[in-house]
């Protein structure tokens, strides 16, 4: 009797086992596929790549190269709130978030001469060495800005704290040394005021790490 049911079993068993299969091979397949369109891909930047190296007419800088071309995959999206960071930039973005950073306190944007300040923070080091808005940093610890880049430079002048840095400034066509000793900025993102009629104003900048703390502060 029991090999009889054993017997009544066995192609439900088979059944089960042949649908197994059929899924995993269906998994495998859809893999496979998946894998082929990524070596195709690859290849395609491969051979581009080997092109540039072999074609263009300077030497190229293989990392930059493939940062912009992840910073292009992830562009691809189509969505504004999904870039693609260096490992630099990264940390940029966690010490701007934390809302104290190590610097001189300027804002500053890429131009032809160097970096033009576009912002001296009040009561930074860059302000009590007479950095001045609108002044443009040529060089830094006597190398051109212009040589160094952009992220390169913006680096050197950060540094770490308590250390001097020597600035080459350009203000009103005219060169001036200038040296800031580094120190820590603090980002105020949370200010305000009594106005007239007993009412409170609090203005919010932008949400940093510190920024309850300085609502807290000038709420009380």
Not at 175 to 193: K, N, W
Request: aromatic share 8%; net charge negative; hydrophobic share 40%.
């Amino acid at each position: 009797m029991k090999e009889k049911e054993k017997i009544k079993l066995l192609p439900y068993v088979l059944t089960a086992v042949i649908g197994i299969l059929c899924v995993l091979c269906a998994m495998l397949w859809q893999r496979n596929a998946a894998l082929t369109r990524e070596l195709a891909e690859g290849a395609r930047l491969a051979e581009l790549s080997e092109y540039v190296s072999e074609n263009y007419y300077q030497d190229t800088d293989e990392k930059n190269l493939m940062d912009n071309a992840l910073k292009g995959y992830v562009a691809g999206l189509g969505d504004p709130y999904s870039v693609f960071l260096t490992e630099d930039e990264y940390g940029g973005w966690k010490e701007k978030e934390s809302g104290t950073s190590v610097g001189i306190g300027v804002t500053v944007q890429s131009v032809e001469e160097g970096l033009y300040i576009v912002e001296v923070t009040s009561g930074s080091p860059a302000e009590t060495a007479g950095i001045q808005a609108e002044d443009t940093i040529t060089a830094v610890d006597g190398k051109l800005v212009t040589d160094l880049g952009y992220s390169e430079a913006v680096a050197h002048v950060k540094g770490e704290i308590g250390t001097d840095v020597v600035l080459t400034v350009l203000r009103d066509s005219e060169e001036i040394e200038i040296t800031v000793t580094r120190g820590e900025i603090v980002t105020i993102s949370a200010e305000g005021q009594m106005l007239d009629g007993n009412i409170g104003y609090v203005h919010i900048s932008a949400f940093r790490e510190n920024t309850f703390d300085q609502y807290s502060k000038v709420l009380n």
